[in-house]
């Protein structure tokens, strides 16, 4: 089982925050401590996108026990309008309606229980954006 506190003291799970290296700009998602391109320390909080693009996806079939009523179901690459790239579900539409290059929305969904009066995790899903 989860703890509830350590899922809420993870602002990227929720806010889709990230780190903007202050030394090269670059942006890393989740959050580093150290910039792995320019090795620097110094970071500045900021809040991705929430737009993007499908890279590739898959459909699975065969999904772990929390998941398993869900399926099929889509999990994509998709890279956010930041440059960003995330592991995310496809949700609220067909797997025949995915496509790669098509245009996503991340939203804020409801992730899994654990049990059936367990710890409720919410994080970000994508949807279609048409």
């Known amino acids: 089982m989860k703890s509830p506190r350590y899922t809420r003291e993870i ?3 929720y ?5 903007r290296c202050e030394s090269c700009g670059k942006i890393h998602f989740p959050p580093r401590l ?21 890279l590739t996806y898959t459909v699975i079939h065969v999904a772990p026990e929390q998941f398993a009523t869900q399926t099929p179901y889509i999990m ?3 890279e956010l309008n930041d ?24 939203v804020f969904r409801k992730i899994q ?3 059936r ?9 994508c949807v ?3």
């Open 34 to 54: 150290i910039c792995p391109d320019c090795q620097s320390g110094s970071f500045r909080v900021i809040k991705l996108r929430d737009k993007g693009k499908v």
């Open 113 to 115: 229980q654990d049990g």
């Open 83 to 106: 440059g960003v790239k995330i592991t995310s579900q496809i949700v609220d539409c067909g797997i025949e309606d995915v496509r790669i290059g098509e245009k996503v929305k991340v």
């Open 117 to 125: 009066a367990g710890i409720l995790c919410y994080g970000y899903k």
């Open 15 to 19: 806010r889709l925050e990230a780190a």
């Open 76 to 78: 994509a690459i998709v």
């Open 11 to 13: 602002p990227q799970r």
């Open 128 to 130: 279609l954006s048409r």
